[in-house]
């Protein structure tokens, strides 16, 4: 048994106040039927739980297929494999950042976290990189060419990753071996950079993770572009 | 460098002199779930409360609202709490959290960089 359980009233209540939204209605099945302005209605499944997985997934899809499933938890996940099966079955998973950034898309099924796409994208044109496969929302395995290992890295969007974010990121994808700051402007204090350190994981900037692709090991997590030197 | 973080104060207040352009229903809403939030919380005194970021200016401009949170250094942990309670404080709001330790805040200057205003502080 999957384990789950619907925020509907919460959902219905919250998402009304977002602007591209006309109003929106509890459905018996706990999902919300949201009607958008100037755009067609999408139904939402909102759901509260650590993690969705394909379990999860096929609870949902069993009674109806909704046009997102919403994970609500800022703290939980959803698989990639999960969302790859709602996407095969016409649905797709979004977090609330996700389907708040899209709600005006007149589909917005197929698109991922801006940072996440822009990260994904880049990485992929590495010439030491082979693929990306997505682990879930925010956290990627980066497959490099031998003898170079592979790579697991979590993507954070932070004005500056302080040791507090940090100990957040850690807590949120505790496989991650480098923690990457889609934002282009933001650094990282001292505090956060000795805290990684100890926790022999890296975190680089959009930039400095392009550099650090080439190397390996302490040499790969200690990586400081030219700019930081 | 210029210091922001502790400035001596005991009691918990409101400290933001609301300009006119963020005096409206929606930005006093806000501020008072922030304070609401902070004074409910363990954080010990030297915390301050910022608010920066487009939102200060043009409720239309962002979906979500920058909070900055400067801790007294080795209260790591309560800072994260309060920073969560912030986070989940409201169903119509995304608070989006920066937490600075006062020696990080001082490494970056974050507040005067990014014309932070203090709303809160214990």
Partial sequence: ??????????????????????????????????????????????????????????????????????????????????????????????????????????????????????????????????????????????????????VIAAIEYEYEFSEAALVRALKHHPGARVIINANPNGGATDAALTHAESAEVAILGVSEAMGALNLDGVRFREYVCRERR | MRRHGARGRRSAHLEAVVAPDRAGKWFRTLIGILIETAEASDIPAGTALYLFGSSCWDRTAANDIDVLLVYPNGQLDQANLLAQSIRNAATSLLFDVLALSASEERELAFAQTERAFRIWSR
């Fill in chain 1, 1 to 150: 048994m999957a384990d789950f359980a619907y925020e509907t009233r919460w959902f219905a209540d919250a998402v009304v106040k977002h602007d591209a939204v006309l109003r929106a209605s509890a459905l018996p099945n706990g999902h919300v039927s949201v009607e958008r302005k100037s755009l067609s209605s999408i139904t939402v499944a909102p759901l509260a739980t650590p993690c969705i997985d394909t379990a999860v997934v096929e609870s949902v899809l069993a009674s109806c297929v909704p046009t997102v499933i919403l994970l609500i938890p800022p703290t939980s996940h959803y698989d990639w494999s999960a969302r790859e099966l709602a996407e095969e079955n016409g649905s797709t998973i979004h977090t609330v950042k996700e389907l708040y950034t899209f709600m005006r898309e007149p589909d917005p099924r197929r698109f991922v976290d801006k940072s996440v796409r822009y990260l994904w994208n880049l990485l992929e044109t590495h010439s030491r990189v082979t693929s990306i496969e997505m682990i879930c929302e925010a956290l990627m395995l980066v497959k490099r060419r031998e003898p170079l290992s592979d």
